[in-house]
C-alpha cells in the first residue's frame, strides 16, 4: 500500500519472485479506482516511470491459493455485485487479499457468480452488499477477524483502507516480508 512513495525496482521484482502468479496494481484517477491486473513488475515499473499511474496506489502480487493461476484472478477485485473479472477497468472501489479464506466455499454459495472464482474474488463481491463506505468497511472488517482471511487492503474515493496486521517499511505498507528474505526453492 503506497501512500507517498513509490517501492523500488528491486523491492517490486523481489515481491513478484516471491509470489509469482502475477501482479496487479489500482490508484485513483478521476474520483474513480483504476486498475491493470495480470500483469508483472517491469510492467508496473513502467507505468509508475511514466507518471501513468499516481499515488495513492496498492499493488498486489499474487500465489495462487484456490481459483488456479490466471490473470483474471490477479488482484485487485472490484467492490460490486459480481464482482466482474476484467483486466483492467474502473470502478468505485477495489480489494486487495493477502492470505487465504478456508472453507469459504462450503459456507457461502459461488454460484452467483459468472466464471472464475477464488476467495478474494468472493469476498468482493460479498463486500459490495454494503451500500456506503463505511457499511462495505465493516463488512470486510468482520471478514478478516471473524474468519481469520490474512490481510486485506481497499482502494476508493476515501483512500486506502487496511485490515489485519500489516508491516510498514519506508513508508510503504507490506501485508508480509517473505520478500525481505526469500524462501528458498
Not at 463486500?127 to 477477524?145: D, H
Request: overall charge negative; aromatic content about 8%.
Amino acid at each position: 500500500a503506497c501512500t507517498t512513495k513509490w517501492p523500488s525496482k528491486r523491492i517490486l521484482r523481489q515481491c513478484e519472485e516471491e509470489n509469482p502468479h502475477g501482479g496487479g496494481v489500482a490508484w485513483l484517477e478521476g474520483g474513480k479506482v483504476s486498475w491493470v491486473k495480470g500483469t508483472d513488475h517491469a510492467s508496473i515499473s513502467e507505468l509508475i516511470d511514466e507518471k501513468v499511474i499516481s499515488l495513492p496506489a496498492v499493488i498486489h502480487f499474487r500465489i495462487a491459493t484456490c481459483g488456479g493461476i490466471s490473470a483474471e484472478l490477479c488482484h485487485p477485485f472490484p467492490i460490486e455485485p459480481g464482482s466482474r473479472l476484467d483486466t483492467a477497468g474502473q470502478s468505485e472501489r477495489v480489494l486487495f487479499h493477502n492470505g487465504h479464506w478456508p472453507g469459504w466455499k462450503r459456507r457461502h454459495p459461488v454460484a452467483e457468480l459468472d466464471g472464475k472464482c477464488s476467495d478474494s474474488r468472493f469476498m468482493a463481491h460479498q463486500a459490495s452488499r454494503g451500500e456506503s463506505p463505511e457499511e462495505i468497511e465493516m463488512i470486510v472488517e468482520q471478514f478478516v477477524e471473524q474468519n481469520h482471511v490474512g490481510k486485506v487492503a481497499t482502494l476508493g474515493p476515501e483512500g486506502i483502507l487496511l485490515f489485519g496486521k500489516w508491516y510498514s517499511k519506508d513508508g510503504i505498507a507490506f501485508s508480509n516480508t517473505h520478500w525481505v528474505t526469500p524462501r528458498s526453492n
